[in-house]
């Protein structure tokens, strides 16, 4: 497809559960992000990859979040010890290189309960 | 230093009305403004952005202007129509960085 592609779209774990969430970039796309959207507010950076390096994880909430990209494409976000505070959208990005332009997938809606 | 303030929370606008969304940033690093539209259940969608060297850009109904002194910046939204009712989000970043930060967000509904 033309477009980011995430999977799955709705993900629903018991509390204490590892989830694994998957985003596929635009085809040649160097840049991957990674942001937690919570209900009615913006989206907030978590990570960024620059081919297959993770360049920065500052914003991860917890060691319970993990991000991989290992062959420099499709990516996967991995929470362990699911919280019900992690319950959010989490969108992935990617563009050519850098911050512009970014193109968002439709995001993955977790919840915990 | 890293927040971007925007506002209002929401609006509410008649068919054919002009809608105004405003945001300011206190990081006076901050060279890139884009704007997104996003509809419920789908990612954000680049609408249009700006650079500090103009104070103005133009795409079709959707008018960036920027105040470079003020640290602000706003879309206008020309001839609103119901179908761009979504939310929209600012954001600033630093060219040749990757780091977007958002705005809140502004849940625009443009009543027919």
């Known amino acids: 497809g033309a477009g980011v592609s995430q999977s799955p779209r709705y993900k629903v774990a018991k509390r204490g559960q590892d989830v694994a969430l998957r985003c596929d970039p635009i085809?040649?796309?160097?840049?991957l992000f990674w942001y937690q959207q919570a209900l009615g507010q913006g989206p907030e950076f978590l990570t960024y990859?620059?081919?297959?390096?993770?360049?920065?994880k500052s914003g991860l909430p917890s060691d319970r979040f993990f991000a991989e990209r290992p062959e420099g494409s499709v990516s996967t976000l991995k929470i362990q010890r699911t919280q019900q505070e992690d319950s959010a959208v989490y969108l992935c990005?990617?563009?050519?290189?850098?911050?512009?332009?970014?193109?968002f997938g439709d995001g993955t809606r977790l919840s915990i309960l | 230093q890293q927040q971007v303030k925007q506002s209002p929370q929401s609006l509410i606008v008649q068919k054919g009305g002009i809608s105004i969304i405003n945001c300011a940033y206190e990081?006076?690093?901050?060279?890139?403004f884009p704007w997104y539209q996003q509809f419920p259940g789908k990612g954000p969608a680049l609408l249009i952005a700006?650079?500090?060297?103009?104070s103005e850009k133009k795409e079709g109904r959707f008018t960036i202007s920027f105040n470079k002194s003020a640290k602000q910046f706003s879309l206008h939204i020309m001839d609103s129509q119901p179908g761009d009712s979504a939310t929209y989000f600012c954001?600033?970043?630093?060219?040749?960085?990757?780091?977007?930060?958002f705005g809140s967000g502004t849940r625009l509904l443009v009543r027919p």
């Open positions: 990081n006076t690093a901050f060279d890139y």
């Open positions: 990859f620059q081919n297959e390096a993770q360049l920065d």
């Open positions: 954001a600033a970043g630093k060219d040749g960085s990757y780091k977007l930060i």
């Open positions: 990005a990617s563009s050519l290189q850098g911050i512009q332009p970014q193109h």
């Open positions: 700006i650079r500090p060297d103009v």
């Open positions: 085809s040649g796309h160097v840049s």
